[in-house]
């Protein structure tokens, strides 16, 4: 499959805009990411990048290897690919955050008999990972995909004020061949391809 480079990622990247809803409590100073582990099939390393959006509203994961796939053709282990970050974000003094929305998305082919399935959860850490999210999708399918999760404002979960609580961003995704014809290949993609980028998370910020 064809994957865009890293400076068509980057050009589509930085004509996204989004339109706070509170300005006022969103920080002035520079927003900083740091990855401190990156785990699993689906991200090896130097897979994946993480980008701040330059206005603090939303940072991106840009995953350049993240396929799943079953049926001709594939590996025994194929069938599964999962990726567990670990990202320390750098907020400046008297802010803290949570994550309001994420939008997943990449490129998918599911051939009649045959499924896949997207799954995530985000926590920070020291917390439990209870907030997991999957969709699904059956074949036939064959075309790009995009998932949004949102949660209401009251039920947004935002980092302890003072306290250093990296963020744990887990996905997965996973292709069943099922009842597909044994001859075809059944695929799932959550990385960039023609020049888009694929993940997207937005904050909610408030003032400590």
């Not at 008297?94 to 926590?123: D, K, S």
């Not at 036939?140 to 609580?165: L, M, Q």
């Not at 993609?189 to 980028?197: A, F, K, L, P």
Request: hydrophobic share 35%; charged share 20%; net charge neutral.
């Amino acid at each position: 499959m064809r994957k865009a480079t890293a400076a068509a990622a980057l050009a589509v990247l930085f004509t996204l805009s989004s339109a706070p809803a509170h300005a006022d409590t969103i920080p002035s100073d520079r927003v900083t990411i740091d990855v401190v582990t990156v785990n699993g099939s689906g991200c090896k390393q130097g897979t994946a990048e993480v980008i701040v959006s330059s206005d603090n509203t939303s940072f991106w994961v840009i995953y350049s290897d993240y396929l799943a796939q079953a049926g001709k053709g594939a590996a025994a282990t194929d069938f599964r690919k999962n990726c567990q970050l670990n990202l320390q974000i750098n907020t400046p003094q008297g802010f803290t955050y949570g994550i309001a929305e994420a939008t997943y998305a990449g490129y998918a082919h599911i051939e009649r008999g045959a499924v896949g399935y997207q799954g995530v959860n985000y926590y920070f850490q020291g917390s439990s990972a209870n907030n997991y999210k999957k969709h699904t999708f059956t074949g036939p399918f064959d075309d790009n995909w995009s998932v949004t999760h949102r949660t209401e404002f009251a039920d947004i979960v935002y980092a302890p004020c003072g306290e250093k609580r990296n963020l744990n961003v887990n996905s997965a995704l996973r292709v069943d061949k099922g009842t597909s014809d044994a001859n075809t290949n059944s695929f799932m993609t959550m990385d960039y391809q023609r020049g888009e980028v694929r993940t997207l998370f937005h904050f909610s910020w408030k003032r400590c």
